[in-house]
């Protein structure tokens, strides 16, 4: 009976705590993604000409002939991560293990990977706030597991890039 | 290529079923659903337990004595007349096995019927009952788990919920702590119904063997006395055993249908006699 009552005050715990976490961290997603928007972001794997973007800010043919033979000076390209670590909490991991037994989509999960996504890719962004464009992103998710039964714990994301930046 | 920063209206990346109703109905599929085939199988277990051959029965059941004279082995003298109390009941009861006596030096108020054909009896439940028709009643009780193959019920419903538990921790152990309780209760409320079979098999045996019921409820009414008012009556829908005053209740009726009669009991005599 007291295992019982245990198990249920961590669901409701797990849940209030879980969805304000959740709540607060979309919203600062939000902001930060519409403050970002204008850093060109592409996993394409050469940059962007910018020369006819809105702000101005470009790059000409001839600077992206010289970033490819690597011969331009005043423009310089570097690695640039992003890492993020998101744990799910108890009541989002029992409705997982229902979900486990029925089937269907796992919500739970699912807001889990986004969140992470997303804010890998907004700290890899943050890093370099003097890049002018950001090429060839990819992302590696895993997952870091409690321990024992499968159970997924928490996941990372990173996110890394080649970010371009102009002197 | 034009590079045209935009963020998206909505998220598509999240499906958009609640999780707390998702939550609630997903446990309740889950509850009726263990619940519901917890309930079959034990349909099913009573089924073949009623169904025994009563040969096959005692064999499985290991019967602890293969004679009457090994029942009455290394007894004292105070289990010996429990034991001609017994033997003389048992000649009422459809149980083709000997069974043996034990008392046990303890002060608890209890009996216990054990597989194997053995009854024990504690020493607290012989100092609180003064009628040789109040023990007889008890010992018809246990001679009624015996009759009804109560023990082999039980382990057969003790495999099945074995079997539930160990399916479901499998998948994960946060839904087996929430159903553990739920079977528990289950099984409480089958273990009352039991004791209220073994109830009725008591009283006929009683009746059987004296001619009248007149004692059967001298367990029971002091218990009622001792312990009813102090315990919550929530306790007792998890207790194994049925409140004392239902108890009471159910024999009267029954004693009232089948047209017994009561007469004052016996005392003790000889070695059990109350000093």
Redesign the interface.
């Known amino acids: 009976?007291v295992?019982?009552i245990a198990?249920l005050s961590l669901l409701t715990l797990g849940?209030l705590f879980g969805r304000h976490a959740e709540n607060k961290h979309y919203r600062s997603i939000h902001q930060r993604?519409?403050a970002l928007?204008?850093l060109?972001t592409?996993n394409c794997k050469r940059p962007?000409?910018?020369a006819?973007?809105p702000d101005g800010a470009g790059i000409s043919p001839g600077i992206q002939s010289g970033i490819q033979s690597g011969i331009q000076p005043g423009v310089e390209s570097r690695l640039v991560t992003g890492n993020v670590v998101i744990s799910v909490d108890?009541?989002?991991?029992?409705?997982a293990?229902?979900?486990?037994?029925?089937g269907g989509?796992m919500?739970?999960y699912?807001?889990l990977v986004?969140r992470a996504r997303r804010e890998a890719v907004l700290r890899l962004k943050e890093s370099c706030p003097d890049a002018d464009q950001i090429i060839n992103l990819r992302l590696e998710t895993s997952s870091i597991s409690k321990g024992g039964?499968d159970q997924v714990g928490a996941v990372e994301v990173l996110a890394y890039a080649t970010a371009i930046v102009r002197h | 290529m034009k590079y045209q920063p935009e963020l998206p209206d909505h998220n598509d990346n999240v499906s958009h079923n609640q999780p707390l109703r998702a939550f609630f109905s997903l446990l309740a599929g889950l509850l009726t659903l263990v619940v519901a085939g917890y309930w079959l199988l034990g349909l099913g277990v009573d089924l073949a337990v009623d169904n025994l051959p009563a040969d096959l029965h005692a064999r499985l059941m290991g019967s602890l004595v293969d004679s009457q004279e090994q029942a009455h082995a290394d007894q004292t003298p105070q289990e010996q007349q429990v034991q001609t109390l017994v033997d003389e009941l048992l000649q009422c009861a459809k149980i083709s096995y000997p069974l043996r006596i034990s008392i046990d030096d303890s002060d608890q108020v209890n009996a216990y019927a054990m597989g194997g054909g053995h009854i024990v009896i504690l020493n607290g439940l012989l100092k609180q009952i003064n009628s040789e028709n109040g023990l007889a009643f008890v010992l018809g009780h246990e001679i009624g788990h015996f009759q009804n193959r109560d023990h082999l019920r039980s382990m057969g419903r003790g495999v099945v919920l074995v079997a539930i538990s160990a399916l479901l921790t499998g998948a994960d152990s946060g839904v087996s702590t929430i159903l553990t309780p739920t079977i528990s209760l289950e099984e409480m409320r089958f273990s009352q119904g039991r004791e209220l079979a073994a109830d009725v098999i008591g009283l006929k045996l009683l009746n059987c063997r004296y001619g009248h019921v007149g004692g059967a409820t001298e367990f029971f009414e002091n218990q009622l006395t001792r312990t009813d008012h102090a315990v919550l009556k929530v306790a007792h829908y998890f207790a194994k055993h049925p409140q004392a005053a239902a108890r009471i209740i159910q024999i009267d009726t029954l004693a009232a249908e089948q047209g017994y009669s009561r007469a004052p009991p016996r005392t003790f005599t000889g070695s059990l006699a109350k000093k």
């Open positions: 009976m295992d019982l198990f849940y993604e519409q928007i204008n060109v592409t962007l000409n910018l006819d973007s108890y009541f989002k991991r029992f409705l293990g229902l979900r486990n037994l029925f989509n919500r739970s699912e807001t986004d039964r």
